[in-house]
């Protein structure tokens, strides 16, 4: 059997992550079209979404790295590593964002 994260990559998978300001919460999801993928979710969701990343990274390793903030599904809480990793993946944008975030939820 093929791992998933392989498929991920001979698929044109994209790696996103859609943040949740008002929850302090970020999605980290996969698709071959991320962008429309976002748009999607921003009209299935409570609360207003914004798309924050698109990454040539895999969603599982993603997962695994940050499965200690795992809040639901794939719905992570905000902490400095996340920040961090958006720093090492040279997103600044994305990274300055997630610690306004962070910072208004305590």
Same mark, same amino acid.
């Given at each position: 059997?093929?791992?998933?994260?392989?498929?991920?990559? =001979? %698929?044109?998978?994209?790696?996103?992550?859609?943040? *949740?300001?008002? +929850?302090? @919460? $970020?999605?980290?999801?996969? &698709?071959?079209?991320?962008?429309? =993928? %976002?748009?999607?979710?921003?009209?299935?969701?409570? *609360?207003?979404? +914004?798309? @924050? $990343?698109?990454?040539?990274? &895999?969603?599982?390793?993603?997962?695994?790295?940050?499965?200690?903030?795992?809040?639901?599904?794939?719905?992570?809480?905000?902490?400095?590593?996340?920040?961090?990793?958006?720093?090492?993946?040279?997103?600044?944008?994305?990274?300055?964002?997630?610690?306004?975030?962070?910072?208004?939820?305590?």
């Amino acid at each position: 059997m093929v791992p998933r994260r392989v498929m991920e990559a =001979r %698929m044109g998978q994209k790696t996103y992550f859609l943040l *949740a300001p008002s +929850e302090g @919460l $970020v999605k980290i999801g996969t &698709s071959t079209d991320p962008m429309g =993928r %976002m748009k999607d979710l921003r009209t299935m969701n409570a *609360a207003a979404v +914004e798309p @924050l $990343v698109v990454l040539r990274i &895999s969603e599982i390793e993603l997962h695994e790295k940050f499965k200690h903030l795992r809040h639901h599904g794939e719905w992570f809480r905000i902490d400095s590593g996340m920040i961090q990793c958006m720093n090492d993946m040279e997103e600044p944008v994305a990274a300055d964002r997630l610690q306004t975030v962070m910072d208004n939820h305590p």
